[in-house]
Structure formats: C-alpha cells, structure tokens
C-alpha cells in the first residue's frame, strides 16, 4: 500500500518574477503565509483588493512581492505610492521594498516621513524613484510642493487604514486616493472596516477581491499568552520579578500614557534594568536611535505607548508585556504582535487586576485563544534562579581555567582554611552586587464580619434619638437645590423659637459634604459634625422645641421650603 502526500506550495508555485523570486530565498523565506497564498495571485493580474488582517501576518510582502514583480524600472517616476499611519511602519515597508527588490537593478525607493530632511527626500524623488512610502502628512507636503507627482501611478497601496482613520488622517487619505488616476490598481489592508473606510473601498475600488484572514490564522497562533493577576500597587514588584525569572532576549512593555513610560523607565533604571522609554513626544533622531540600540541590544527593554511602537519590528524581542491594559481587542492585538513574528514564537504577558478581569473576555476573542494564569515569581523562584545562574557561571569560568588565581588558593589552604569554606566564601563576594529581593505588596483581602473579642455578639449600637429627643427626618439633596454648606456654632436654645443670625451666617461656609446629622441640647453649645455618608440630613431636637423652628434651620441651611419632614418619636 503506498501513501501519497500533498507538497506544501512554496513561493516558486505563485509567478513572482525570477529576480524578485531569488531575493525571497536568499531571505530564507520558503513557504508563503496563508495571506500570501491568497493575496499574491490577484495582485498579481493588476485585481484591486480589500485585505482584512492583522500585524505580523506577513501582510508587508504580500503586496510587495507582486507589485515588485510589476514595476517597470526603466520608467524613472513614482509607479507605487504605499501610504502608513506612522514613521516606523513606513520605514519598515520601504526597507521590506528594498530587502526584496535587492536583485532588481534601478530600483529606487523613497521614504517620506516627517522629522527627516527635506533634501535626502527630494533627492530621492529627483533620481525617479519608482516606489515611495511615506506618512499622509509629508505626502500631502510633497504633493503641495510639486515635488511628487502621482500621474504615472499604476498602485496605490494603503497598509493600515483603520489606524490612519483613527488618528485623524482621513482627509489626507481621500485626496490621495481621489488624485490617484483611475486605472491604477487600488489595495487596502486595514484590521477592521469603519463605516468611513468601507465609503472610500466602496466609491473608489472596483470590483476588488477581499481577502480575511483571522487572527488565530496569523499573529496569535505564534504566541504563548499568559495573564497575571496583580494589583496596581504591586505591578512594578511584579514585573521586575517577571523580567529577571523569564528568558527575555528583548522586551516591549506597554503602558497607557507618556507620563507612565517615563517613570516606568527610571523605576526600572534603578532596579539595574537596561531600559528605554519610546514616547510620541520623542523627536524622530532619538526615536530611531532608541530602536536601533534595541535592535543591536545594548536595550533589552523598552517602555512604550501604543502609537509610538506601531509598526515596530525587531527580531531579538521575545516578550510583549501589557502592564496597562489597552483601550480595545485591536490595540491589544497589535501590541502583541510585536513578538512572534515572521514565523518565530513570542510570549505576550499581561497584567489585570481584580476589576479588570471582564476585559479578558475579549481579549480571548480577539485572538481566539485562552490566556492561561501565570504566578508571580515568588522568592523561593527568584533565589533558585540565582542559583542556577551563578552556577552555570562558575561552570563557564572552570572551563575557560582561572591558572593565575590558584597560587592565591593554596595559599590560603596552606594557612589552614577549608577548602569548602573558602569557596562559601569567595561565592558570597562574587554574589554580594545581587539586588535584594523586593516584597511583593500582599492582596486586599475581602471584609469580613469581625469576630468580638469576647467571644459574644457585640451590642448593636442604637441608631435611634436619645431619651427625651424627638427625631424629625429631612428628605432632601441635590435636586431640591440643597448647596453644599458647613458649619460649626454654638447654638444657645433655652426655649427659643428659632435660631439666631450668628448661626444662620455660618451656613455659606463651601465644604465637600451631602448630609449632616446634628442633636440640639438646651443650654448647651452644640458643634454640628459632617458625617461621610450622603443623601438625607437629620435633625434630633428636643420635645419642647416646635416643628416649625427645625424648618426654619433648614430654610436657612439652603434647603427649600417644600421639603418633606418625618417625625419619629422616642419610644
């Protein structure tokens, strides 16, 4: 009996152009994505195309692959025009253009992107490059200045549409779709279809093959994700653990706000963690400084908020670490698609607390996968770990041989010392710069009912008026106009009908508070104390004292004269 099996197709079976074919397997790639797979073909035959995926799923050389194959490079002018929402993505997709065009002769490629110099862009655009990616805003600059022309135009390529929706260039992306001459081919890739996107795919597409691929299919399939449940006021500990206990070559921790990035990154820094923080706010030299030293690892973690690590794509990061939760599934999956990509594994480590738990619903759904519980590395794992560091060191230092220290040992054991001491000894010095291990800040334990001391029930205090008092309840607050008053008086009553003006001047005082409960004593100075709890105000006056007296308090407390007024009588 014989078995037949079925080849997985490679990208010699999809009609790439032989140059564009060999720069594919000097790369190392051999079998093509399932975006490519259904992406390369139609591009291929000049389709317009609507391509739904997200990051990491090799979508960068699903439509750079066949749009190479294409151009034709005796033509000195801008053929593709590839527009991204941010600067590194955009640089990203001009290198991939670069990486894969290696072997075509002529070829140019232009990267506009702003914080870069005007002159290296106009030079490039002056030699007739023939592909050029840019962010809408420096293409909008060009296209005002006369420097880029899209007349000979035969694609248009938007990478990340939603994302340039959301933040606020889609008036820079009608003109340029508008500009673009109608026989050009047209290819749209965006994580999701808001209704403004699917106007634009409506009014300017024609009849464009869309293509799906789900994230289960693509980023998240390649990486492990773990969730830790830590609140917020251990995070840092946590952290810190996580980051000596894993196996991190490189790390992205994100965090919701510039403010957190930079004090996430001293905390760090002073916990002897090689870190750097990427910020919006960053100009564009720092910021590619800051990526290429996370690139050539002298940076082993970078703190970064979701707009500035956009796009970034660094092969040594390992681990993805959510310490803020994002605002939605496609932030979250974008920010785990740093890790995992191009056919490598990632672990993508997130931090929920107690109250946020909910959000890990969809979260789940987002990617189609369970995020299985993680525990914080307790201290017992935090010294084995040390342990078996420090041991693989002095394993590598015996095999590399310390000759020149062995007159120093002997020495030593010649005066009398054990030898097991002495290397306690020298291991105690060699470990002395060990940071201490920090205390992780224990869990809010839920309230309970709180046992007497005794052993016995303890007494309920009573809640009612006091002996010879009478209570009159006041159903008033906000939306009777009740203002928010303190105050503080003694109040002389012995029979009095009313209070006096001192008192009632008292009553403009601004002070946080909703509700007051006071006790009127005959002959005696009250202080009116501002209880926590809101809604009601409550009056105990005494029997002899009328009703109408306690309305007239209250008149002049700021209350209206229509209010409602319970009286409860002392048993």
Same mark, same amino acid.
């Given at each position: 009996? %014989?078995?037949?099996?079925?080849?997985?197709?490679?990208?010699?079976?999809?009609?790439?152009?032989?140059?564009?074919?060999?720069?594919?397997?000097?790369?190392?790639?051999?079998?093509?994505?399932?975006?490519?797979?259904?992406?390369?073909?139609?591009?291929? &035959?000049?389709?317009?195309?609507?391509?739904?995926?997200?990051?990491?799923?090799?979508?960068?050389?699903?439509?750079?692959?066949?749009?190479?194959? @294409?151009?034709?490079?005796?033509?000195?002018?801008?053929?593709?025009?590839?527009?991204?929402?941010?600067? &590194?993505?955009?640089?990203?997709?001009?290198?991939?253009?670069?990486?894969?065009?290696?072997?075509?002769?002529? $070829?140019?490629?232009? %990267?506009?992107?702003?914080?870069? *110099?005007?002159?290296?862009? $106009?030079?490039?655009?002056?030699?007739?490059?023939?592909?050029?990616?840019?962010?809408?805003?420096?293409?909008?600059?060009?296209?005002?200045?006369?420097?880029?022309?899209?007349?000979?135009?035969?694609? $248009?390529?938007?990478?990340?549409?939603?994302?340039?929706?959301?933040?606020?260039?889609?008036?820079?992306?009608?003109?340029?779709?508008?500009?673009?001459?109608?026989?050009a081919q047209r290819v749209f890739f965006s994580a999701t279809l808001p209704?403004?996107?699917?106007?634009?795919?409506?009014?300017?597409?024609?009849?464009?093959?869309?293509?799906?691929?789900?994230?289960?299919?693509?980023?998240?399939?390649?990486?492990?994700?773990?969730?830790?449940?830590?609140?917020?006021?251990?995070?840092?500990?946590?952290?810190?653990?996580?980051?000596?206990? *894993?196996?991190?070559?490189?790390?992205?921790?994100?965090?919701?706000?510039?403010?957190?990035?930079?004090?996430?990154?001293?905390?760090?820094?002073?916990?002897?963690?090689?870190?750097?923080?990427?910020?919006?706010?960053?100009?564009?030299?720092?910021?590619?400084?800051?990526?290429?030293? $996370?690139?050539?690892?002298?940076?082993?973690?970078?703190?970064?908020?979701?707009?500035?690590?956009?796009?970034?794509?660094?092969?040594?990061?390992?681990?993805?670490?959510?310490?803020?939760?994002?605002?939605?599934?496609?932030?979250?999956?974008?920010?785990?698609?740093?890790?995992?990509?191009?056919?490598?594994?990632?672990?993508?480590?997130?931090?929920?607390?107690?109250? &946020?738990?909910?959000?890990? @619903?969809?979260?789940?759904?987002?990617?189609?996968?369970?995020?299985?519980?993680?525990?914080?590395?307790? &201290?017992?794992?935090?010294?084995?770990?040390?342990?078996?560091?420090?041991?693989?060191?002095?394993?590598?230092?015996?095999?590399?041989?310390? *000759?020149?220290?062995?007159?120093?040992?002997?020495?030593?054991?010649?005066?009398?010392?054990?030898?097991?001491?002495?290397?306690?000894?020298?291991? /105690?010095?060699?470990?002395?710069?060990?940071?201490?291990?920090?205390?992780?800040?224990?869990?809010?334990?839920?309230?309970?009912?709180?046992?007497?001391?005794?052993?016995?029930?303890?007494?309920?205090?009573? @809640?009612?008026?006091?002996?010879?008092?009478?209570?009159?309840?006041?159903?008033?607050?906000?939306?009777?106009?009740?203002?928010?008053?303190?105050?503080?008086?003694?109040?002389?009553?012995?029979?009095?009908?009313?209070?006096?003006?001192?008192?009632?001047?008292?009553?403009? %005082?601004?002070?946080?508070?909703?509700?007051?409960?006071?006790?009127?004593?005959?002959?005696?100075?009250t202080r009116w104390p501002v209880p926590r709890s809101p809604v009601v105000?409550?009056?105990?006056?005494?029997?002899?004292?009328?009703?109408?007296?306690?309305?007239?308090?209250?008149?002049?407390?700021?209350?209206?004269?229509?209010? /409602?007024?319970? @009286?409860?009588?002392?048993?």
């Amino acid at each position: 009996m %014989t078995s037949t099996s079925v080849a997985s197709p490679s990208f010699g079976d999809l009609a790439l152009l032989p140059a564009v074919l060999s720069a594919v397997e000097t790369l190392g790639y051999e079998i093509p994505s399932p975006i490519q797979m259904q992406t390369i073909p139609a591009l291929l &035959e000049g389709r317009d195309m609507l391509g739904q995926a997200q990051t990491g799923t090799g979508k960068t050389a699903a439509f750079a692959l066949p749009i190479l194959s @294409r151009l034709e490079l005796t033509r000195r002018e801008p053929q593709v025009l590839v527009m991204a929402p941010t600067r &590194e993505l955009a640089q990203q997709v001009a290198m991939s253009f670069s990486k894969y065009g290696q072997n075509l002769k002529g $070829l140019e490629v232009a %990267t506009l992107c702003g914080g870069q *110099e005007y002159r290296e862009q $106009l030079g490039a655009l002056k030699r007739g490059a023939q592909v050029v990616v840019g962010t809408p805003g420096r293409i909008i600059d060009h296209l005002d200045r006369g420097s880029l022309k899209l007349d000979g135009l035969s694609a $248009l390529v938007l990478d990340e549409a939603d994302e340039m929706l959301r933040m606020g260039f889609i008036d820079d992306v009608k003109r340029v779709v508008a500009d673009t001459p109608k026989d050009a081919q047209r290819v749209f890739f965006s994580a999701t279809l808001p209704t403004e996107i699917e106007r634009i795919v409506n009014r300017y597409l024609v009849d464009p093959v869309k293509v799906a691929i789900e994230a289960s299919a693509g980023t998240a399939a390649s990486i492990d994700q773990r969730l830790v449940r830590v609140e917020g006021g251990a995070k840092l500990e946590a952290l810190s653990r996580i980051l000596e206990v *894993e196996p991190v070559d490189g790390a992205i921790v994100f965090v919701r706000t510039r403010a957190a990035c930079t004090t996430l990154m001293e905390q760090l820094s002073a916990r002897g963690v090689n870190v750097a923080s990427l910020s919006g706010d960053l100009d564009q030299s720092l910021r590619e400084r800051t990526i290429t030293r $996370l690139k050539r690892g002298k940076v082993d973690v970078l703190i970064a908020t979701d707009v500035a690590a956009r796009g970034l794509d660094v092969s040594r990061i390992t681990h993805v670490i959510n310490y803020d939760l994002p605002q939605d599934s496609e932030a979250y999956t974008h920010r785990i698609g740093r890790t995992g990509r191009a056919g490598r594994t990632g672990i993508a480590i997130t931090f929920v607390g107690s109250r &946020e738990m909910r959000k890990v @619903r969809w979260m789940e759904q987002a990617t189609g996968q369970h995020m299985a519980d993680m525990p914080i590395p307790d &201290e017992a794992a935090i010294r084995a770990h040390r342990d078996d560091a420090f041991f693989l060191r002095t394993q590598g230092a015996l095999t590399a041989g310390a *000759e020149e220290q062995r007159a120093l040992i002997e020495r030593l054991v010649a005066e009398g010392h054990d030898p097991i001491e002495l290397a306690c000894a020298f291991a /105690a010095m060699a470990r002395a710069d060990e940071a201490p291990i920090g205390r992780m800040q224990p869990p809010r334990k839920e309230r309970t009912e709180r046992e007497p001391r005794d052993g016995k029930p303890a007494a309920r205090r009573e @809640r009612g008026p006091s002996e010879g008092m009478t209570r009159y309840r006041v159903a008033v607050g906000h939306k009777d106009g009740v203002k928010r008053v303190s105050w503080s008086a003694p109040w002389p009553m012995k029979g009095a009908s009313k209070a006096p003006a001192s008192v009632a001047s008292t009553f403009a %005082t601004p002070s946080p508070w909703w509700s007051c409960r006071a006790r009127c004593r005959p002959a005696s100075s009250t202080r009116w104390p501002v209880p926590r709890s809101p809604v009601v105000r409550w009056k105990s006056v005494k029997t002899p004292v009328p009703l109408p007296s306690v309305l007239r308090v209250a008149v002049r407390m700021g209350m209206p004269r229509s209010v /409602a007024v319970t @009286r409860r009588k002392s048993p």
